[in-house]
């Protein structure tokens, strides 16, 4: 059972062909299908409860040539019951409601999220070739670890490009993938448009986002802290051996931070603080007293409206017994 498993798993990972064959392709990728795959494998998790959900879209964008770019994306379906059959009424339905709005896309390609490529890829690959000669394929692989290069403009995602090819192995031809290098591109309005997504959408203002950035710089100060004093522990524990050159660094680390503790700086802090409660406390007295005055003076208003409306009621009377004849007071007692 050993030997089958390790057989089919190389049977699996031979469906992209090694690293020394090269793609020729030219493939630019745009923030926003990055966004997308990502919202869409978010949301499949929230709703199926799954940590690998199945997660099929279609890739729009143009193409010149060798030169291919990744533009947008939508969701795609599948037939109901059948996991392995693409719903291709909606994909035409969808394509061609995109192409409506944006003319110069085409379909180029689908995109899934896998570890690697498999020989079921393969079977939905072949149902995309009726819509592109040649479709793309972008995988999403979250459990990627990323290197650390400074390079940031393709490859330290954790996304992969695959081209279809035909490889031919003992006289016998079958489909395969090969890594086609990618590089983000983007424009000036997709810039504006991921800055404001970072910020957290119009919902949110300069002050939130400020604070949101303080916090998460906080947070990772806090982390690495704890991992410093960890590693002090199991040094005094003796679980782990001396680093003499760290703990020079620490100690140099830590006489580098100014005093904390003296006096004069709990004197300092301690008036920041109380001008901050201060100022905090005032800002609520004064909202308390524009809503007291906002209930007074509709109080004032309404009594006012009342004694106005008696006064015109008694006025009416008066002039009502003024116009009576001298005969009429005996029929009105």
């Known amino acids: 059972l050993s030997i089958m498993t390790s057989q089919m798993d190389t049977d699996e990972q031979s469906i992209v062909l090694p690293s020394s064959t090269t793609s020729g392709l030219s493939l630019s990728l745009h923030p926003l299908p990055i966004l997308n795959i990502s919202e869409h494998l978010t949301r499949l998790k929230l709703q199926t409860r799954s940590n690998s959900p199945f997660v099929l879209g279609a890739l729009l964008g143009t193409q010149n040539g060798r030169e291919v770019e990744i533009v947008n ?10 996991d392995h059959l693409v719903d291709h009424d909606f994909l035409v339905s969808r394509r061609d409601q995109y192409k409506q709005v944006f003319p110069s896309l085409e379909f180029i390609g689908w995109y899934t999220v896998a570890p690697v490529p498999t020989s079921r890829h393969i079977a939905l690959h072949e149902q995309f070739t009726g819509y592109c000669s040649t479709p793309l394929l972008l995988v999403l692989q979250p459990s990627t670890i990323t ?10 995602l954790p996304f992969k490009a695959y081209e279809p090819t035909i490889e031919i192995r003992d006289k016998k031809t079958r489909s395969v993938f090969i890594e ?3 590089k983000v591109e983007t424009g000036e309005a997709e810039r504006i448009a991921v800055d404001w997504t970072a910020k957290g959408g119009g919902g949110s203002t300069s002050l939130e986002s ?3 950035s303080q916090r998460a710089a906080v947070k990772m100060l806090h982390e690495r802290i704890l991992v410093l004093v960890q590693y002090v522990t199991n040094v005094i524990a003796g679980q782990i051996p001396t680093d003499h050159t760290t703990l020079r660094s620490l100690s140099a680390l830590i006489a580098s931070l100014p005093a904390s503790e003296n006096k004069g700086f709990r004197d300092e802090f301690n008036t920041e603080y109380e001008d901050v409660q201060l100022t905090a406390f005032l800002s609520s007295l004064t909202k308390s007293t524009n809503i007291l005055n906002d209930l007074v003076d509709k109080h004032l208003v309404l009594i006012g409206g009342s004694r106005d409306d008696r006064t015109l009621t ?3 009377r008066g002039m009502g017994r003024q116009g009576m004849m001298p005969g009429d007071w005996a029929m009105h007692p």
């Open 180 to 182: 086609a290098p990618y």
């Open 210 to 212: 400020h604070l949101q």
């Open 73 to 82: 994306t939508f969701e795609l379906a599948i037939e109901e019951g059948r």
């Open 314 to 316: 008694v006025r009416r």
């Open 147 to 156: 290197s650390s290069s400074s390079d940031i403009t393709g490859q330290t």
